[in-house]
């Protein structure tokens, strides 16, 4: 085996998004693509010769063939151990799982998460610190630089690992070591949740669909739901991870999730439905006739969480993204505990976990996770519930209810304008930003402005700033609206809107004609017809 050094030239636009580098697949097939983001990664990684790497992705399409260049990438720069999914296989919470388990240096996920897949899909790279999180922002800011200077990478000339063989094999000087992509996940859901309990649940008749939606759930929820805690079989379905996730879009939304909708709002409807999505770390919560949001989930997990085992001295804090509800804050102002507000992207609560500031973290956009990883994580958001409603007996719908008689409900939606031409939607967030001052404390319709601003963030672990993170419209009546460009496409613009008013009498309203007069208001006040020409949003949730 020989170190081969292949001359190569900066590509345009290697800039990591909220969680890593997306492009379609056709793009991370044209070499030198690929190679020079990790060469960009690995030139980052300061004494990472000797050290354990930890690899793995969704099993969507090219996750095999990426995988090979990246091990022979890994050992050609000196990487000491790589540990890798059976198959190239594993989700995201459980890479950061077995990062934080094995005590690597780091890892590469490759992932585009609840993007499409398949030959025609998309493709995602990203690197997760020691920590098992994201890598923050002056991390992904060193990659990025580097992809921009970079002249050269090297590679193993080796013939391609067999990665459907458990154990150890050996790559020039490297140690690659295919391990159960499951197993330690599993062995962390124990320790964390009352299983017995949730055995007696469906010993008891309870059941439940999980739609692993053909993404790498599948395994974990069945091994899991299936194997462990005696779910009937056929609990889980679409469990098997395909190339294409069978040629669907694996995003655990009511759009995407739309058979599952419409199961669990008809007759025989079972206890509980969920989804996860493509890499494994969003998830869908759906009761008899009731659609659980993302904000409703995380608010009622928080509010209930010390009935698991893991969380049964408490919360030390909670965390949620600015754009999501804040649903969780009542919760958090209740428990007395602090509430954190962050830019989205999960990389953000990362230094909340380590410091010891926050246990419960969430995202609108149907991610939930705790301190036990360093990734939100579909499963064990789904299982944690199981435990819930074990201990306290009852339903979703009738658990979220309750919740909302002692809370309040937090009635929000968000609305996403998708395939924007890119410049449009850059010039309504300009113009929007440069009319804040003159927003600030007008009257708009009904409402009036108390503030407008773009959210800044300062961490209050390490000081760093991170600004233009969303425009907010605050207005008196404690109802808000943000704009926001999202950074997970890989086409276009994605403009999303988010809506919320808070009321504590009308609990039983229509999310969307509750909110329409809000929704209208948010139209007009970006123009967002006139500039984009949409006269709606492609999806609603």
Same mark, same amino acid.
């Given at each position: /085996? ?13 800039? $990591? ?10 793009t ?16 980052c990684?300061?004494? &990472? ?9 969704? =099993? ?23 540990? !890798?999914?059976q198959? =190239?296989?594993?989700?995201t919470?459980a890479? #950061?799982c077995?990062?934080?388990?094995? @005590? ?8 585009? #998460? ?9 493709? =995602? !790279?990203?690197?997760?610190i ?11 800011e ?8 970079l002249?050269? *990478?090297?590679?193993l ?16 000087g490297? !140690? ?5 992509? &499951? ?5 962390? /859901? ?12 469906f +010993?008891g ?6 739609? +692993? ?6 395994? *974990? ?5 299936e ?5 009937p ?7 098997? $991870? ?31 439905g ?7 770390? %969003? ?7 009731? *659609? ?14 010390h009935?698991?085992? =893991? *969380? ?16 969780v ?19 953000f609560?990362?230094?909340? /976990?380590?410091?010891?500031? &926050?246990?419960?973290?969430?995202e609108?956009s ?14 064990w ?7 819930i409603?074990?201990? @306290? ?7 979220? %209810? ?5 809370f309040g ?12 031409? +890119? ?9 929007? %930003? ?14 009036? !402005?108390?503030?407008?601003?773009d ?10 700033? #991170?600004?233009?993170q969303?425009? @907010? ?10 704009? %926001? ?51 709606? $949003?492609?999806?609603?949730?």
């Amino acid at each position: /085996m020989t170190i081969r050094t292949v001359p190569t030239r900066p590509i345009l636009g290697q800039k $990591p998004g909220t969680s890593g580098l997306r492009k379609r697949v056709s793009t991370f097939q044209e070499s030198p693509y690929l190679e020079n983001f990790v060469q960009a990664i690995l030139d980052c990684l300061d004494g &990472v010769e000797g050290q354990t790497l930890v690899v793995g992705g969704d =099993g969507r399409f090219f996750n095999r063939r990426a995988i090979q260049t990246i091990l022979k990438m890994a050992a050609a720069n000196g990487v000491g151990r790589v540990l !890798v999914g059976q198959d =190239g296989l594993l989700s995201t919470p459980a890479a #950061s799982c077995v990062i934080r388990k094995y @005590r690597a240096y780091g890892g590469i996920i490759l992932s585009a #998460s609840h993007n499409p897949g398949g030959p025609e899909g998309d493709f =995602g !790279v990203k690197y997760n610190i020691g920590n098992g999180g994201p890598a923050p922002e002056k991390v992904t800011e060193a990659i990025f630089a580097r992809t921009q200077t970079l002249g050269a *990478y090297a590679i193993l000339e080796a013939a391609d690992l067999d990665l459907s063989r458990l154990g150890e094999q050996r790559l020039s000087g490297m !140690v690659v070591e295919v391990i159960d992509p &499951v197993a330690d996940y599993v062995a962390l /859901m124990e320790e964390l949740l009352d299983f017995e309990a949730i055995r007696r649940l469906f +010993a008891g008749g309870f059941k439940m669909r999980f739609d +692993a939606m053909h993404a790498i759930t599948g395994p *974990y929820a069945s091994a899991i739901l299936e194997g462990r805690l005696g779910a009937p079989a056929g609990t889980v379905v679409n469990g098997t $991870p395909l190339p294409d996730f069978g040629g669907g879009h694996p995003d655990p939304n009511l759009h995407h999730c739309a058979a599952l909708a419409t199961l669990m709002n008809g007759p025989g409807a079972p206890d509980l439905g969920a989804a996860s999505d493509g890499d494994g770390d %969003r998830n869908l919560i759906h009761g008899k006739g009731l *659609y659980v949001t993302p904000s409703d989930s995380l608010a009622v997990l928080a509010a209930n969480a010390h009935l698991a085992p =893991g *969380y049964a001295k408490g919360l030390a804090g909670v965390a949620r993204s600015m754009p999501t509800s804040r649903a969780v804050d009542r919760v958090a102002e209740k428990l007395g505990i602090a509430c954190h507000e962050t830019p989205t992207g999960w990389k953000f609560f990362g230094n909340l /976990m380590d410091a010891g500031k &926050v246990t419960l973290c969430g995202e609108e956009s149907f991610g939930t996770g705790s301190a036990h990883v360093r990734e939100k994580d579909g499963l064990w958001a789904v299982l944690l519930w199981l435990n819930i409603l074990a201990v @306290r007996g009852g339903d979703v719908a009738g658990l979220v %209810r309750a919740h909302w008689q002692e809370f309040g409900r937090n009635y929000y939606t968000r609305h996403d304008y998708e395939g924007l031409d +890119a410049g449009a939607a850059a010039a309504l967030m300009d113009e929007l %930003r440069a009319r804040l001052p003159e927003l600030q404390g007008q009257k708009l319709g009904e409402e009036t !402005v108390a503030t407008a601003d773009d959210f800044s963030y300062t961490d209050p672990v390490d000081g760093s700033v #991170s600004r233009g993170q969303g425009i @907010r419209l605050l207005f008196a009546s404690g109802a808000r609206i943000v704009f %926001r460009l999202s950074g997970t496409g890989t086409e276009g613009a994605t403009l999303r809107v988010y809506v919320e008013r808070y009321e504590k009498g009308r609990l039983e309203e229509d999310t969307q004609a509750f909110l329409a007069p809000l929704v209208r208001l948010a139209g007009e006040v970006a123009g967002i017809e006139a500039r984009t020409g949409r006269r709606g $949003p492609d999806v609603i949730t």
